[in-house]
């Protein structure tokens, strides 16, 4: 079969002979990490002796940079440092996967892990208890790179009868995102739905609501566990924004955002504030809205699928085509939370609620923005 | 390949996921019907406990614009929770839940025709009208051309068919088999299945339902149709004539009965029901498939078991009438009759409310009466 890759015909069966193995009191760990590309993750395992209760229970670690773009040979050492454990879908209880930042040598922050200056962001506003949800979309490919189940050579019908369809010929690729569903729910993601998209095996799911940090490392845990779930079944899920040209839905990650002053009695005056601050830093959030400083979004933001041009900042009530959307639910309660509609599929999740929690809550015109915070395009 | 790639997925990598624990948590699937009248769409969210009861799911929103249901610019739409069953794909705990769909001003959208179903219904809780519809479907390969048939060809003429068994006769049993089991996991009213005229056609029935379960669970169980075809890589149709020339087309026989026709002497309430929809031909014509007719055009031919769209009529035993009295109603004096006039891709809601406004609430004339002035 063309389109599922060979690793995922080796025999199961096989398989399960030996993952039915006990372990003993030994722990596989399996060490999740972002790489040098900014939209890449690695992964390798070791040994505990005891089943880790907490992340603290977890050895620092380190790996060899020069393999994964983010160091050169001869100082290629780099650290892992532990960050938020889950449970582990693929090997399950008591194996764990954990997520981490990466140091250089010197120990400063790695050129893609965003994570530590959004930990400092979100620290300094925390009495706001900023909530984010994100919308992550993603196209499902065959491992000849076209979209999973499309004609060989070939396109299927137009867009319209696939967002949220049923049947086989609206539905590509439904076990996936069963698997996937299953996976997060057990390993401790907080996953709040799932639906098929527009394009035809493009598919969505959303993880949230969670707090400042925290929804940088479920997202991109969900991510690790949806390419191994892909890996599983021998396709491939892109994050990239626009995966397909022409008459075809591109890929983004809808960020919705509340604090605590929007989601009380009268809030929807903070999230107009909110979004007049936004307005004014239009630039500033695209560049950070992907891993390559806007121009992974210029393919995808056209004005054209549901999107608003990448050159024009816009909001409004109920409206797909504006940067911000304020739901109708919103806008009729007068309280509750936005949705910026611009983060592209590949973005890190952690710059951006980071560019959005600083612009909403601490920019002012005095205030210079510090080094951290303006991060170089790639 | 006449199966879908999706379908061809490794199923023991899927069920090591599926056999996950998931805590607390369940997942609820939002089900509601799109801007064709016909189509339908799903999606999910995770709950933190069991739903026990429909009051308990909360209210959803979607984009319409992407269902042809509303204007990117103003695409909001709620869904409201209107009937929950079991999830036979993903088991207990989870919930599949039927939602109605209004628009931004909270007015039903264009296709949700179950609001004024249950307005109707709810007129008539005394009659206990209870429901039995017969939902005929035509499996496809996912090239369109029906299930089991030879490549760009045609199999022997109708006649084995019917009810038939062999692997000459029945096109894809195992379909039928799976959607009858899961209906009755989910708790759809199913009452029994067998094969149809042409080959690869198949039916199955739902009912005796009262009132406005009829339409929720006949969505669902086209619903649960749709996704066990999913599975299997093949696609259903619900076309009323998928194939032209001499062979039969897909309907939705609904039987009616109300608690007076149920009793002695109940024949004379069904003769005098039958005389007022005679009257009211071209407004039911137009309740009975989602285009105002135009799809029943291609099918009620009076030629293979139909009657003319353009004339009533009513027989006892007679499958060639707009109404079948059926036998044994006829000696026992009471009972129910078969409406064969809907589609198979009708929408339950509104054939239920017109034969309820027509043979209860007597009314008359091509319009139907707006109760609320």
């Not at chain 2, 219904?121 to 005394?126: A, E, F, G, L, T």
């Not at chain 2, 109708?158 to 049993?173: F, N, S, T, W």
């Not at chain 2, 007679?318 to 129910?336: C, E, F, L």
Request: with cysteine; aromatic share 10%; proline share 6%.
């Amino acid at each position: 079969m063309a389109s599922v890759s060979l690793s995922s015909r080796l025999n199961k069966a096989v398989r399960q002979q030996y993952m039915s193995l006990p372990q003993g009191e030994r722990v596989q760990v399996t060490y999740i990490w972002i790489d040098g590309s900014g939209e890449g993750l690695r992964n390798k395992t070791r040994t505990l002796d005891v089943e880790p209760q907490t992340i603290d229970d977890i050895p620092e670690w380190n790996f060899d940079g020069s393999s994964t773009y983010q160091a050169e040979g001869s100082n290629s050492d780099m650290y892992l440092v532990p960050v938020r454990m889950f449970r582990d879908p693929f090997t399950k209880d008591p194996n764990k996967l954990v997520l981490c930042e990466v140091l250089k040598y010197n120990r400063l922050p790695a050129e893609t892990n965003h994570r530590m200056s959004c930990n400092k962001v979100m620290e300094e506003i925390k009495e706001h208890i900023i909530w984010f949800g994100m919308e992550q979309e993603y196209t499902l490919l065959g491992i000849d790179g076209h979209p999973y189940s499309w004609p060989t050579n070939g396109f299927p019908r137009p867009q319209g009868p696939y967002y949220c369809g049923v049947g086989a010929d609206k539905c590509f690729g439904r076990d996936i995102v069963e698997c996937h569903y299953k996976a997060c729910l057990y390993a401790g993601v907080n996953i709040y739905g799932s639906n098929a998209e527009v394009m035809p095996s493009q598919w969505e799911y959303q993880v949230g609501p969670c707090e400042g940090i925290e929804m940088g490392d479920q997202l991109w845990v969900s991510r690790f566990l949806l390419h191994r779930v892909c890996e599983d079944f021998g396709v491939l899920a892109t994050l990239d924004p626009k995966p397909m040209t022409g008459n075809w839905n591109g890929a983004g990650c809808h960020t919705n955002v509340s604090t605590k002053q929007m989601r009380e009695e009268g809030g929807l005056e903070f999230i107009e504030q909110a979004i007049e601050k936004l307005g004014k830093r239009h630039k500033e959030h695209i560049r950070m809205y992907d891993p390559n400083g806007g121009k992974d979004n210029v393919r995808r933001l056209t004005g054209r699928h549901e999107t608003a041009s990448i050159n024009d900042f816009s909001a409004g009530v109920a409206n797909r085509a504006a940067s911000i959307r304020i739901p109708r639910q919103v806008g009729q309660e007068k309280k509750g939370y936005f949705e910026d509609r611009r983060p592209s599929a590949n973005c890190d999740p952690y710059a951006v609620t980071k560019v959005i929690a600083y612009t909403c809550l601490l920019h002012s015109e005095d205030r210079e923005e510090s080094e951290e915070e303006n991060i170089p395009a790639m | 390949m006449a199966t879908s790639t999706s379908s061809k997925l490794s199923k023991a990598v899927k069920q090591h996921y599926m056999d996950l624990p998931q805590g607390d948590k369940v997942q609820a699937m939002y089900i509601w019907i799109d801007g064709s009248g016909e189509g339908l769409r799903c999606k999910t969210r995770t709950l933190d406990s069991e739903p026990k009861t429909i009051e308990e799911l909360p209210e959803w929103n979607f984009d319409g614009s992407s269902t042809y249901q509303s204007e990117g610019s103003n695409s909001d739409m709620f869904l409201i929770p209107a009937a929950m069953f079991r999830d036979p794909f993903r088991r207990d705990p989870n919930k599949l839940v039927l939602c109605e769909v209004l628009k931004y001003n909270r007015k039903p959208a264009e296709t949700n025709l179950r609001n004024t179903c249950k307005q109707i219904m709810s007129m008539v809780d005394n009659n206990h009208p209870w429901f039995g519809m017969e939902q005929e479907y035509t499996l496809l390969g996912t090239d369109g051309h029906p299930f089991g048939w030879p490549s760009n060809g045609f199999p022997g003429p109708q006649g084995p068919y019917y009810c038939g068994v062999g692997a000459d006769k029945a096109y894809g049993r195992d379909v039928v088999e799976a959607h009858y089991r899961a209906c009755l996991y989910a708790g759809v009213d199913i009452c029994g299945t067998n094969a149809e005229v042409m080959p690869a056609q198949w039916e199955f029935q739902v009912g005796p339902t009262e009132g406005i379960n009829m339409g929720d669970h006949l969505w669902i169980a086209r619903f649960i149709l749709h996704r066990v075809c999913e599975d299997f890589g093949v696609v259903v149709s619900f076309d009323p004539k998928p194939i032209t020339g001499n062979w039969n087309g897909a309907g939705c026989h609904t039987n009616f009965s109300t608690k007076e026709m149920r009793e002695d002497g109940g024949l004379k309430i069904i003769e005098e029901s039958i005389d007022r929809l005679a009257k009211r031909h071209q407004y039911h014509i137009r309740a009975y498939d989602p285009k105002g007719g135009l799809d029943n055009a291609r099918r009620l031919t009076g030629r293979h078991e139909t009657s003319s769209i353009d004339e009533f009529s009513a027989g006892v035993a007679n499958r060639g009438a707009s109404i079948r009295i059926p036998r044994a109603v006829g000696q026992d004096k009471k009972g129910y009759f078969e409406d064969r006039r809907p589609s198979a891709n009708c929408d339950p809601y509104i054939v239920t409310e017109a034969l309820v406004r027509t043979c209860l609430l007597k009314e008359e004339g091509e319009e139907p009466r707006d109760y609320r002035k």
